[in-house]
C-alpha cells in the first residue's frame, strides 16, 4: 500500500469526494463506495487512513458487526471546509 503524507493525501480527488459525501450525512462502507463510483479499493485505502488522521469516525453495526457506519470527525468537518475555501480561493 502507498504511504500518503497528509497533504497529499488530503489533495487527492478520492479523499476530497469521500469528504465531502461524508459531509452530507453518514454512510456505510458499501454505500459510499457506490455514491463516489470509485474502485472500492482505492476508497477502501483512502478510509484507513483518514481514520488514522482522525478526520473519520466508524462504528460497527449489525448482528454480525459487519457494516460500518462512517461519518465525519469534528476535525474532519474543520479540514473538508477548509479544503472547499481552497478551491475557491483557487477559482477566482
Same mark, same amino acid.
Given at each position: ?29 458499501? %454505500? =459510499? #463506495? $457506490? ?11 483512502? *478510509?484507513?487512513?483518514? @481514520? /488514522?488522521? %482522525? =478526520? #473519520? $469516525? ?11 457506519? *462512517?461519518?465525519?470527525? @469534528? /476535525? ?6 477548509a479544503i472547499r475555501e481552497v478551491y475557491e480561493i483557487i477559482k477566482r
Amino acid at each position: 500500500m502507498k504511504e500518503y503524507g497528509i497533504l497529499e493525501l488530503l489533495m487527492d480527488e478520492i479523499t476530497i469526494e469521500i469528504l465531502s459525501a461524508l459531509k452530507t450525512k453518514e454512510y456505510y462502507v458499501r %454505500e =459510499l #463506495i $457506490k455514491a463516489i463510483r470509485r474502485n472500492p479499493n482505492a476508497v477502501v485505502r483512502r *478510509l484507513k487512513i483518514l @481514520e /488514522k488522521y %482522525e =478526520l #473519520i $469516525k466508524s462504528r460497527v453495526e449489525g448482528k454480525l458487526h459487519r457494516r460500518k457506519m *462512517l461519518s465525519l470527525t @469534528e /476535525k474532519g468537518k474543520e479540514v473538508s471546509n477548509a479544503i472547499r475555501e481552497v478551491y475557491e480561493i483557487i477559482k477566482r
